[in-house]
């Protein structure tokens, strides 16, 4: 999931497993498709042990 609370929107996506890959696509589709001209993303976690550099 993610959340854009100042936009008031959120996407969520499920998929099977919550692999490193799985997470990487999904932040991916979430760029691309919300923040295509952005020059900065900047991303607030959870300590989930799939979210980390490695999985990029």
């Known amino acids: 999931m993610a959340v854009e609370?100042?936009?008031g929107r959120r996407?969520?996506?499920v998929r099977k497993r919550g692999t490193k890959e799985d997470w990487a696509l999904f932040l991916h589709e979430v760029?691309?498709?919300y923040y295509p001209t952005a020059e900065k993303v900047i991303?607030?976690?959870d300590n989930l042990n799939t979210y980390s550099p490695s999985s990029f």
């Open 31 to 33: 760029i691309e498709r």
């Open 43 to 45: 991303l607030v976690m």
């Open 5 to 7: 609370p100042l936009a």
């Open 11 to 13: 996407v969520i996506a």
